[in-house]
């Protein structure tokens, strides 16, 4: 009986367990899946939040590009597409080639406009065939790799003129670069690609100078703008035309700097350069030959040579109303007269250059050794005939000079100031020339008849002495 007891009390609790076991199990599982089931919540508002930032970035950078366009389309803008003047380079430089010209690849040459803005010509130096100046040079040309049509023709922007193809222009005549003083380069009218570079130089040039009128000299210089590796058949240098936006020929100076030269004139010119030999290649190169006419001032020439020398000639002439019998006096005279026009001319070589031609003031000289000379051989042959028994002939000789000596002087000096050089006045050059001759027969017939009126008188004295 106690054993059945037992039995039944032990299956009655195992009963329980297995009640309670069922009810436990059941709770697990709720349990598990309420936490299975909170991650999942978990991961969707995650995932919920994440979609809500990313609407929301979209939202703001619709927002920024919204305001960027407003700014764009506002008038202090520089592009219609919104963006700055940075972007818009550096787009317009994507993939852009500085080596190629514009239209390379077609037969197309390109146009190349050029102005010139000078401010000052100095240093004019006609020993070395230079001068200096200091000028401002604009050059414009058209580049359809630069075309940016979100943008307005008044619209300029700022370019790097490293960045991008410039024209090689080169000054064909140079002598020195001393500086270029500044530099800017911008895209005038982004609707048509035309770019405009202006520099700033200060420059020395080359120009040969015609000094066969020196003192009186004009002299033609030139600026000389050349291509210097694309030949006309790629590149073509013009003058800025007036549809261009500059003037037809080249602006004047605002200043004129220099002591000895006015400028009179101008004359702008194209010319066609022969390439240099070197090149191997018989194309021609196109140039802008811009030629300033100018005049030499010579007063400070007539002041401290061309005067000196016509009182030396002068003093000459004076020497033969000396009595010829002062010897020492003569001699002195004609010699230091001599030293002085020698040493006249070593200063006026100084102010020239080397050049095989005579020049007016070479013939200035000359006119003046030629009176000088003269006079010592006038007074040797003098001094000759009355030393040996020819008293009255060298009388008349001596009176000869003395009254054609003068005028003659006068006359040489009116031919050699307008009637050499290269700017011959055949009038005057006809005129002076005759009245020279003239003057020396009248004074030789006036002699002569002196000489044979006296020589026919003279036995008739003698017999009445």
């Given amino acids: 009986m106690i054993m059945r007891g037992r039995t039944a009390l032990a299956f009655w609790l195992l009963q329980l367990l297995a009640t309670a076991a069922s009810v436990t ?31 929301a970035t979209a939202t703001t950078a619709s927002a ?7 700014a764009a389309a506002s008038p202090s803008a520089t592009a219609s597409n919104g963006l700055s003047f940075m972007p818009v380079v550096d787009q317009l430089l994507k993939g852009y080639d500085l080596w190629a010209r514009p239209n390379a690849g077609t037969t197309t040459a390109t146009a190349v406009y050029a102005q010139y803005r000078m401010n000052r010509l100095f ?10 100046i200091d000028l401002y040079l604009k ?16 619209e300029t922007i700022r370019l790097d003129s490293s960045k991008i193809w410039v024209p090689d222009v080169y000054f064909y005549n140079e002598h020195a670069i001393f500086d270029a003083v500044s530099e800017s380069c911008v895209l005038k ?29 004009d002299q033609a210089i030139s600026i000389q703008l050349a291509s210097y590796s694309y030949n006309a058949s ?8 007036a549809e261009q936006g500059g003037p037809a020929n080249p602006s004047p100076f605002d200043t004129f700097s220099s002591v000895l030269w006015t400028l009179y004139d101008e004359d702008p010119t194209i010319k066609r350069v022969l390439s240099d030999p070197s090149r191997n290649t018989s194309a021609t190169y196109q140039g802008l030959w811009y030629s300033l006419f100018i005049s030499r001032d010579p007063t400070i020439y007539i002041l401290k ?29 004609g010699v230091t007269l001599l030293l002085a026009t020698v040493t006249l001319n070593f200063v006026v070589s100084g102010d020239l250059p080397k050049v095989n031609y005579a020049t007016k003031m070479d013939y200035y000289v000359i006119t003046v050794f030629t009176f000088v000379f003269g006079a010592l051989v006038e007074f040797t042959v003098v001094h000759y005939l009355k030393a040996n028994g020819s008293p009255l002939l060298s009388k008349h000789i001596e009176r000869f000079f003395r009254i054609a000596s003068v005028p003659t002087l006068i006359l040489a000096w009116i031919f050699v100031t307008y009637a050499t050089g290269t700017t011959i006045s055949r009038g005057v050059e006809y005129g002076t020339g005759s009245l020279i001759g003239i003057v020396i027969i009248i004074c030789a017939v006036l002699t002569v008849l002196g000489y044979m009126k006296e020589a026919r008188e003279e036995p008739s004295k003698k017999a009445s002495n």
Avoid: K, M
């Fill in 25 to 55: 199990l059941p709770l697990v599982a709720a349990q598990d899946a309420t936490t299975t089931t909170s991650a999942t919540d978990a991961e969707t508002a995650s995932a919920a939040a994440t979609t809500t930032t990313t609407t």
């Fill in 64 to 70: 920024a590009a919204t305001t960027t366009t407003a």
């Fill in 123 to 132: 240093n004019v130096d006609p020993t070395t065939n230079a001068f200096s």
């Fill in 139 to 154: 050059l414009q040309w058209s580049d359809p790799r630069l075309v940016y049509s979100g943008s307005t023709s008044s």
């Fill in 189 to 217: 009218d982004p609707t048509q690609g035309i770019v405009v570079l202006n520099r700033h130089f200060v420059a020395s040039l080359t120009s040969p100078f015609q000094l066969a009128d020196f003192p009186f000299d």
């Fill in 234 to 241: 790629y590149l073509t240098l013009n003058y800025y035309p």
């Fill in 305 to 333: 040579y061309i005067l000196p020398l016509f009182f030396v000639a002068f003093c000459s002439c004076v020497s033969y109303w000396v009595d010829p019998g002062v010897v020492p006096a003569r001699v002195g005279f």
